[in-house]
């Protein structure tokens, strides 16, 4: 998934001029979503406030099945003056229950979940490696050509 500083921002900027509104998470009133469709595919937006103020972005979209299970690739954002704090580790446990909560409301019980994180950034790949899994493949990204990492966890239930 690309760097997701700029669209953190442009969530930030969309949510304090009212042009999207969020939601309380249900097991977890502190985390906030957004559900919206563009391009015809749901995204899940999930994030950290202090008022308005975005400290922790996370989004999942849909991706190509993994092991015969629907897949959501996740990415995740901190502001700069907010980064090694825990703090998108702490949302994105909190978004993952959040989505498996109301996907199994409706029936899906199990899905994956896959970051991919582009090789050299250590901390995304320090991330996912403690809240996704170790690393299953290696690549090039085919949109950056760059080098890149996935992880893949499945959600069956609450993450701890």
């Given at each position: 998934m690309p760097d997701l500083e700029m669209p953190m921002k442009s969530f930030e900027a969309a949510l304090k001029s009212r042009e999207i509104a969020v939601q309380p998470g249900a097991l977890d009133e502190k985390i906030f979503v957004h559900m919206d469709k563009p391009a015809g595919e749901p995204r899940f937006s999930y994030v950290r406030l202090d008022r308005t103020t975005v400290t922790?972005?996370?989004?999942?979209?849909p991706a190509d099945p993994y092991e015969r299970l629907p897949c959501f690739q996740v990415g995740w954002?901190?502001?700069?003056?907010?980064r090694g704090q825990g703090r998108a580790a702490d949302a994105f446990r909190a978004a993952v229950n959040e989505l498996w909560n109301g996907m199994s409301r409706n029936g899906m019980r199990e899905f994956y979940v896959?970051?991919?994180v582009e090789q050299g950034n250590v901390a995304s790949e320090k991330l996912a490696e403690k809240v996704v899994s170790s690393a299953v493949k290696t690549g090039i990204d085919k949109n950056a050509g760059v080098p890149i990492t996935q992880y893949f966890r499945k959600i069956d239930g609450i993450v701890a």
């Open positions: 922790a972005f996370v989004v999942f979209i954002a901190v502001p700069k003056e907010l896959e970051a991919v």
